[in-house]
Every structure is written in structure tokens, then in C-alpha cells.
């Protein structure tokens, strides 16, 4: 079984301030992490993903996530975040191969963390 | 590229009646899910297919819930009846294919309220 866990459920921030949206998760086998991103009245977007190879992870709006296996986190940054920011964040981790020797992709979802940034 | 289509958009229904929710993925998406999302949590799958057969269906409330994809394209899913912590956004997703390497891709999600 996997579990995600988003510790802050709102951040507040001004714009041009550093952010970070921390992530744990605990699972009995490898995973894939996944951040999400849903802006107002839109729909869930990936933001960035970290699947393999180097353990920093960038989209292409700035943000970055590093995989830390020994802490088990995969927290999210931004130097300098826009007022354009302001969305709900998920973290969801996806197993690699199940106790089956298979994998579905089944997400799992942490809480959500509202980043609001302020003019 | 056409993105994931669900209606209706939002649906407001009493307890124990009965509600149905339509999704069609991306064209050529072999695997499609249904996720429930309660006011103030992440997001829960209820239910995977491949194609059009089941391949997760473990945390779907099968007394209540049933969930279909004839044809291996569009997807519906049904709560009969409905209770009020049916409360939520049903949103439904594909990707290429099964696999946590394949991304996959939201629609806009139906918001169910049940008064």
C-alpha cells in the first residue's frame, strides 16, 4: 500500500518570493512521483514527474522537485513565484511493479496544498 | 489534440437517486479512470480499465457503484442510489496505456452534489 502526505494544506506567499511545497510518501516498492497542478476551474495538469535517471526534476515554468529516497520526499520549489501560480498543488506517487510483478499506474494522491501568492 | 470529455458538468441530485456520469478519453487512450474527489482531499481511483476490461476496481463501492466501458472508448458511471457522501468531483482520466510511465490526462471532472 502507498500513502502521500502534503504537509502544509495552504501556503501563502508574496509574489517573487521563494516557495516550497513539501511532499512525503511511504511505499513497499519503487515508485514514479508526480506533481500535479489545478488552477481555478480547470482540470488536473502533471506539472513534472520524476520517473528515473537524475533525482532533479524541472518543468518548464520554473518549478523543480528533487527525489530524496533515503528522507522518502519529492518537495516542490519555485525561486520566484507569479501571481499566475496561485492553484492547488498535488503530489501522487505511482508504484513501478506491484507484489504481481506488474504495474497498473495507479495513482495515489496526497491532500493538496492551496499556494496562493499575493501581490 | 481533443482532451478528456466528461458531462454533465455538474449534477445536483437527492438521496437514493440515481445519477450517471459520461467520459470519453483521448482518441487512441487504451486505459481510462475514475477518480473520486472529496471537498478537501487528493484524489481516489475507483475504478481502471484497459481497453474495456477491469483492472482495478478495488476501492469502487460495488453495492452502489458500477462503472462500464463498452467498446474500449467511452465510459460511464453509475451511483444507485446515491448517498450524501456521494458529495464530490468525479473526475476521469486516460493514458496510452497502463503503467506509471504513461501520463495521463484529466477532464474538466463532474461536480455531484446530493442534497
Known amino acids: 500500500a502507498q500513502s502521500v502526505t502534503q504537509l502544509d494544506s495552504q501556503v501563502p506567499v508574496f509574489e517573487e518570493a521563494p516557495v516550497e511545497l513539501r511532499c512525503n510518501y511511504s511505499?513497499?516498492?519503487?515508485?514514479?512521483l508526480f506533481w500535479y497542478v489545478q488552477y481555478p476551474n480547470q482540470g488536473l495538469q502533471l506539472l513534472l514527474k520524476y520517473l528515473s535517471g537524475s533525482t532533479l526534476v524541472e518543468s518548464i515554468n520554473g518549478f523543480e522537485a528533487e527525489f530524496n529516497k533515503s528522507q522518502t520526499s519529492f518537495h516542490l520549489r519555485k525561486p520566484s513565484v507569479h501571481i499566475s501560480d496561485t492553484a492547488e498543488y498535488f503530489c501522487a506517487v505511482s508504484d513501478r511493479l506491484n507484489a504481481g510483478g506488474t504495474s497498473y499506474g495507479k495513482l495515489t494522491f496526497g491532500q493538496g496544498t492551496i499556494l496562493t501568492v499575493h501581490p | 489534440e481533443a482532451g478528456v470529455a466528461q458531462s454533465p458538468r455538474y449534477k445536483i441530485i437527492e438521496k437514493r437517486q440515481s445519477v450517471a456520469f459520461w467520459c470519453n478519453p483521448i482518441s487512441g487512450h487504451a486505459t481510462l479512470y475514475w477518480y473520486q474527489q472529496i471537498l478537501g482531499q487528493g484524489p481516489k481511483l475507483l475504478i481502471q480499465f484497459q481497453n474495456n476490461g477491469v483492472v482495478d476496481d478495488s476501492q469502487l463501492p460495488k453495492d452502489r457503484f458500477s462503472a462500464e466501458r463498452l467498446k474500449g472508448v467511452d465510459s460511464t458511471l453509475k451511483i444507485q442510489p446515491a448517498k450524501l457522501e456521494d458529495s464530490a468531483v468525479y473526475l476521469c482520466?486516460?493514458?496510452?496505456?497502463?503503467?506509471?510511465?504513461?501520463?495521463?490526462?484529466f477532464g474538466p471532472g463532474t461536480r455531484l452534489t446530493v442534497l
Open positions: 511505499s513497499s516498492v519503487s515508485v514514479y
Open positions: 482520466a486516460s493514458s496510452l496505456a497502463s503503467g506509471g510511465v504513461n501520463e495521463q490526462f
